[in-house]
């Protein structure tokens, strides 16, 4: 079974933490995403990946960074996480060129709280 | 500027009812997809058409292409439809989605 597998469904961590948020996909896609979804504003995007190495500016970009070293794995940083961080993190990934046509495959999701 | 305009935001209804999500939008598409995220959970696709009507167990989807409009149905609803419900488009050019804001839908038994 195809997946997308974030590594914490739950995370709490202090003011001012530096926060890694992993993302691991199995199905050899190119295209790479970061999303946080809050109520009433649903998925706004951070940022996204087209190829190993490769980023782009999402929506909401600032205060956060990412990392592709690998195709398989995106890795979305806090650099210094703060209250107004608190929200629902999720992955996607997809084809190249192919989202309008499959869609794409979320995470399980990583809610994270900032105290 | 919302390219993705979805109604209602939070739905509740009686086990059995039949239920409307209705969505929006702006851009030009060739597909829509329906995604369904379950409380805690992640998002998981329930449809992409481009056209007509498509159906899978009590659910139906109906889009619209030259009005810019899609309908979700579930009928005979059921406590565990109960979720938030997302339309989403994946524009002509681009490799990305907009999305809506969701559908947040109780079923009471």
């Known amino acids: 079974d195809v997946k997308v597998t974030q590594s914490s469904r739950y995370l709490v961590k202090r003011t001012g933490e530096k926060v890694f948020l992993e993302c691991v996909q199995d199905?050899?896609?190119?295209?790479m995403f970061w999303y946080r979804q809050d109520p009433g504003l649903g998925l706004r995007l951070i940022y996204f990946?087209?190829?190993?190495?490769?980023?782009e500016k999402g929506d909401i970009p600032e205060g956060y960074s990412v990392s592709r070293e690998k195709k398989e794995r995106f890795s979305l940083i806090l650099e210094s996480a703060s209250t107004n961080q608190t929200s629902m993190y999720l992955c996607?990934?997809?084809?190249?060129?192919?989202?309008?046509?499959?869609?794409?495959?979320f995470g399980s999701g990583t809610r994270l709280t900032v105290v | 500027k919302n390219e993705v305009e979805q109604s209602p935001q939070n739905l509740t209804a009686q086990e059995g009812e039949f239920i409307t999500i209705n969505c929006s939008y702006s851009?030009?598409?060739?597909?829509l997809h329906w995604l369904q995220q379950h409380p805690g959970g992640g998002i998981v696709s329930l449809f992409m058409?481009?056209?007509g009507k498509k159906k899978h167990g009590r659910l139906i989807a109906t889009i619209n292409i030259q009005e810019k409009h899609s309908s979700l149905h579930i009928t005979a609803s059921h406590p565990r439809d109960s979720a938030v419900y997302i339309c989403?488009?994946?524009?002509?050019?681009?490799?990305?989605?907009?999305f809506g804001t969701g559908t947040s839908l109780t079923v009471i038994p």
């Open positions: 996607a990934s997809s084809y190249r060129g192919e989202p309008r046509h499959y869609g794409y495959t």
């Open positions: 199905m050899d896609h190119e295209n």
């Open positions: 990946s087209y190829d190993v190495k490769m980023k």
């Open positions: 851009v030009g598409i060739s597909a």
């Open positions: 058409l481009s056209s």
């Open positions: 989403a488009v994946p524009p002509n050019t681009g490799n990305q989605f907009y």
